[in-house]
């Protein structure tokens, strides 16, 4: 996207709203403007009137005249940055809404393509910098451009021959912050990237703080982090010193302009074709004139910081959906919430071939069914596959003889419940993670689910029981207490088809038994689709199928399989007969 699109895109959506407020912002730019404009003109009388004709008439006048032109700048520059400052907010909002509503909202296999961290560092560090030039370099551009022309008023009144001399900084200044700003643009995405690469960093360390202490790598990760650290301080020192490189080249042209202006004035004055208040006066225009020029040389390089954040974060926020409900798509009616795979394909990246390869099952309605197979044998896609969290490649998914193709996606997803063995939590009370499936539930419905899952008895020892705050990912709780919470909110959902990932894999012995209680309760009358290494879990499944190299290669009841399968008997054998 290019530069002008950009802008345009970035006015529309964010910034056309605002349009009043940054139109009185300006306004109030131009008392800025005619403020500082005035005290500089305000010596021209006040050297001739009081310090050469001694009229004293002036003499409380003019300074009081001057203190009136700083209140009125300070007062309006207050002003005008106060309402930009809430514009400001306004827009990162904004834009932060609309990325996360799109990373909320985006396909599994978006999120799963990146690091969190770096999303993370784009809602932050990139917001910051598009909000920067939206805001800032706005409120900039009208006060220093009108102050500038209040200035060169000034100056020319006085003097059109020294005003000549003296403008001759700006365009040098404009060709030093071009030049800057095309090395800015080149600095500001290598930052985002360390900063991303940081925040990336910490959530890891921060999520596996006690597998550092355990393998005792605390100095390993200390030097990583320093690592980290360093990297980002040399990018954001390389931003620094590109700003400030401004300085130095706007200090020299400043004092050659200077020096020419006295050596060219002294001349002037000693011909008398100007007066020396003329003089003091152009000297102090121009002078106030140093800031707006060095300001609006260097707005140039916030523009290229906000425009490379900017198409950072524009691409996300516009990433189009694959997975999504077709116009005509229907709500889906369940009848007996049959499942059936027709000849389906499916693989994460087209380059790495199918994961699932040409497959056709069927699961019955109200009845548990069993895949079992290797680690990366397809099991997990195929679960992955019915919500849509994927679509195939090829081959079709009915439930009730309904393409999901063809239902809306909310619809379909409300059937559906999904059990892992990556137990999600949020941190917050145990409450409000059961009542996450269904907002509308009451106290009464929670605590039916938490006894039918074996939670409520550990709940009810806790300290505030229910309303209980559990960490982030539910670090208070055992696996255990945290699986039995995620079966909770699964039987609360209330929905026809259930799919257990590994329900059982975090659990000990005695544990397991509660839990298999609590799923039977679960899948009793459901169409259950079961994942599990452990066959004890799964011997008493309406149907088992034995998934290979993403190929079905057999399907039956526990006690056909042991004859005729010879994987499935390995299975069984390794677990239950050793």
């Not at 306004?27 to 009137?49: F, G």
């Not at 978006?110 to 370099?137: P, W």
């Not at 020294?162 to 700003?181: D, E, F, Q, V, W």
């Not at 140093?290 to 140039?300: D, G, H, I, K, M």
Request: glycine share 4%; with cysteine; charged share 25%.
């Amino acid at each position: 996207m290019n530069r002008v699109n950009i802008f345009k895109r970035l006015y529309k959506d964010y910034s056309k709203k605002y349009l009043n407020k940054i139109i009185l912002s300006a306004l109030l730019s131009i008392l800025v403007a005619a403020s500082t404009s005035s005290i500089a003109w305000l010596l021209d009388p006040a050297i001739k009137k009081i310090f050469i004709e001694k009229d004293q008439s002036l003499l409380l006048i003019i300074p009081l005249s001057i203190i009136l032109a700083f209140a009125v700048k300070g007062i309006s520059l207050y002003a005008a940055r106060a309402i930009m400052i809430s514009v400001a907010e306004e827009i990162k909002k904004t834009l932060q809404v609309h990325m996360l509503g799109s990373l909320i909202n985006s396909d599994t296999q978006i999120i799963d393509q990146k690091h969190s961290g770096k999303f993370i560092s784009n809602v932050t560090y990139d917001v910051s910098h598009i909000t920067n030039l939206l805001s800032n370099a706005v409120l900039n551009l009208f006060k220093d451009s009108l102050t500038l022309i209040g200035l060169l008023f000034v100056m020319f009144y006085q003097n059109w021959k020294l005003s000549l001399i003296a403008i001759i900084m700006i365009p040098l200044a404009s060709i030093s912050a071009r030049t800057l700003g095309k090395r800015m643009n080149k600095v500001a995405t290598e930052a985002q990237e360390k900063s991303g690469f940081l925040t990336t960093y910490l959530v890891e360390l921060f999520k596996n703080h006690k597998l550092t202490k355990i393998f005792q790598k605390e100095k390993f990760e200390m030097s990583r982090a320093e690592n980290h650290l360093h990297e980002l301080k040399e990018k954001t020192k390389k931003i620094a010193l590109v700003m400030v490189r401004l300085t130095p080249i706007m200090e020299v042209l400043t004092g050659i302009m200077i020096a020419i202006l006295i050596f060219y004035s002294g001349k002037l004055i000693l011909k008398n074709e100007i007066d020396v208040n003329n003089f003091f006066s152009f000297l102090a225009a121009m002078m106030l004139a140093y800031q707006p020029v060095r300001t609006l040389a260097s707005l140039n390089v916030i523009v290229n910081q906000g425009l490379s954040a900017a198409n950072r974060i524009l691409p996300i926020i516009d990433a189009k959906n694959k997975i999504y409900s077709l116009p005509e798509a229907k709500e889906i009616k369940i009848s007996d919430a049959k499942i059936n795979f027709n000849n389906v394909e499916f693989a994460y990246e087209a380059k790495e071939g199918n994961v699932l390869k040409n497959i056709s099952l069927e699961f019955k309605g109200g009845k548990m069914t069993s895949l079992v197979g290797h680690s990366g044998s397809g099991k997990s896609t195929i679960l992955n596959l019915i919500p849509r969290f994927y679509d195939t490649g090829s081959g079709e998914i009915k439930i009730d003889n309904q393409s999901i193709n063809k239902i809306k996606l909310e619809s379909l997803r409300k059937q559906i419940s999904l059990v892992s063995q990556e137990t999600t939590l949020f941190d917050d009370t145990i409450k409000n993670n059961i009542k996450y499936a269904n907002s509308e539930s009451s106290d009464e419905e929670i605590i039916e689910v938490a006894k039918l899952s074996h939670c409520h008895d550990f709940i009810e020892n806790l300290p505030n029981k229910y309303d209980t705050l559990i960490g982030e990912d539910g670090v208070r709780l055992s696996g255990g207490e945290k699986q039995r919470i995620s079966i909770a909110r699964a039987m609360l959902k209330k929905s026809p088809i259930i799919l257990l990932d590994e329900a059982t894999s975090s659990l000990d012995a005695e544990t397991e038994k509660k839990i298999q209680d609590a799923l039977n309760i679960l899948t009793s009358n459901k169409t259950s689709i079961v994942i599990a290494h452990r066959l004890s879990t799964i011997l008493n499944s309406d149907n088992i199928y034995v998934i290979q190299s993403g190929n079905v290669v057999d399907f039956g009841k526990h006690e056909e399989l042991l004859v005729k399968s010879k994987i499935y008997k390995n299975f069984y054998e390794k677990q239950i007969q050793k």
